[in-house]
């Protein structure tokens, strides 16, 4: 059981903190009241089941097992259906079919999916021909919409996020618990694809050795459950404190707090001041935590880091999640990694080849180039394996969804076709074709 944090003065030390990026609401009283309505609903999650993914991420860190995280940059409440949620869940369940077949590795999957709803900005607001509004913080601050109304901070919107996770997660345990995971479909998640892509072919040569090794072991009386499910995993970045606040609770099992809004949750780039409001808050829950690093990161942040929010030295505690961009990455990562291995902290160390790489196109469109992604990921294992460390897993933004958002990828997406499916409300995503071709990728890089 878990039972509320009111009581619990730890839950709530961050708010002495200065909290970066967090919404302008004009009327306190109707935050406050959303806050304590918030505070009264059941968790999304268990505390168990967090335990149990910071289990999974000690496997990580030690260097038994590879992080494949992903989802949508921003979540949209009007994405939330069942189409989509499938169309996410089929593709990192195919990648995760491919690294853990190609790579034989067994991979820990973590969407970034059912709370992905807030969004950092560089700016506080946009201008458009001459007309300047509040920029757009994700559907649980404000609407995407370019109007007045639409970006009006709304503290209404956190009560639609919480209900907007509940009914993701609980299509996503359907798909994963009720026959849809079993290992015995890896050709069904492939079958809409397959015929005109290049990546949806590759994989169905991969999904039929899969086939083939069930067989021959269904043949020798073998027929485990674990193939029957899958364990996949809900994590967001935790950017608005006062939903995060509102859902962390005290375990009653072990009187600890966990925030039950997602299994595990993240400090982003822009957020991770180390004498913030995020860090304070992300140091009191028992939650695994992943941290972003930039480019800038020095390793005494990165040190402080690990005494903050892992002070016991917990393996699977701590993700350090880094995103220097491709050309930054075999000069800044070293030393960072060095240091914190010489501290004898046991970090999970995953790359987000998405952040550092992104650029505007002629046209006007926010993108990446997949070779930039690619080459991100290839630094990273070349560090990794220069210094004798274990390149944890990947952490990126994709949808399941056919979208022309970030150029390249085998079946080629041009400068010019970006306007054809432009459909992400933040960051550019890699399309499914994109994010498979990158499984196979990373597959034979961890190999070698
Ligand atoms: C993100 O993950 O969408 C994000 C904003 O990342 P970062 O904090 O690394 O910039
Ligand atoms: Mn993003």
């Known amino acids: 059981m878990t039972v509320n944090a009111k009581t619990d003065a730890s839950a709530h030390t961050w708010r002495d903190l200065p909290a970066a990026q967090q919404p302008d609401y004009p009327d306190s009283k109707a935050l406050r009241d959303v806050v304590a309505e918030l505070e009264s609903y059941p968790p999304l999650v268990f505390a168990g089941e967090c335990d149990q993914l910071r289990e999974r991420m000690a496997a990580v860190a030690r260097g038994e097992a590879f992080l494949l995280q992903g989802g949508d940059c921003a979540e949209a409440f009007d994405a939330v259906s069942a189409e989509h949620i499938r169309n996410k869940l089929k593709t990192l369940l195919q990648m995760g079919a491919v690294l853990t077949y190609a790579g034989s590795v067994p991979v820990v999957k973590v969407g970034r999916i059912a709370g992905q709803y807030s969004k950092p900005r560089s700016k506080p607001t946009e201008t458009r021909d001459g007309v300047t509004l509040p920029t757009y913080r994700g559907d ?60 949806g072919q590759r994989y169905e040569a991969l999904a039929r050795e899969i086939d083939r090794a069930l067989n021959f072991m269904n043949a020798c009386g073998v027929d485990p459950e674990e193939f029957k499910t899958v364990e996949f995993f809900a994590s967001h970045e935790a950017l608005l404190l006062d939903y995060e606040g509102a859902l962390t609770r005290t375990d009653s099992r072990s009187g600890k707090l966990y925030d039950v809004s997602g299994h595990m949750v993240w400090v982003g780039e822009r957020t991770r001041q180390l004498d913030g409001a995020h860090i304070e808050f992300v140091s009191r829950i028992e939650n695994p935590v992943g941290v972003k690093l930039g480019p800038t990161t020095t390793p005494e942040e990165a040190l402080t880091l690990i005494d903050r929010i892992d002070p016991d030295r917990t393996p699977g505690r701590l993700t350090f999640i880094t995103r220097m961009g491709a050309d930054k990455i075999r000069d800044r990562l070293p030393t960072l990694v060095e240091k914190v291995a010489a501290s004898g902290a046991q970090v999970a160390w ?10 505007e196109a002629a046209s006007g469109h926010k993108t990446r180039r997949f070779d930039d992604v690619l080459d991100e990921v290839k630094g990273f294992f070349e560090v990794h394996k220069a210094l004798g460390t274990h390149p944890g897993g990947i952490h990126v933004e994709l949808t399941g969804d056919d979208v022309t958002e970030c150029v390249g990828g085998g079946d080629e997406i041009f400068v010019d076709d970006l306007h054809q499916r432009y459909e992400t409300a933040c960051d550019p995503r890699l399309n499914r074709s994109q994010s498979l071709d990158l499984a196979f990728l990373v597959a034979e890089m961890y190999r070698h």
Do not use: I
């Open 140 to 199: 649980s601050v404000n609407g995407f919409e370019f109007t007045p109304e639409a970006r009006h901070p709304d503290p209404q919107r956190l009560k639609r996020m919480y209900q907007a996770s509940a009914s993701t997660l609980n299509l996503v345990r359907a798909f994963t618990t009720g026959g849809y995971a079993d290992l015995r479909q890896v050709h069904a998640w492939n079958q809409d694809f397959v015929k005109n892509s290049p990546s």
């Open 350 to 359: 995953v790359c987000d080849p998405m952040h550092g790489n992104t650029f």
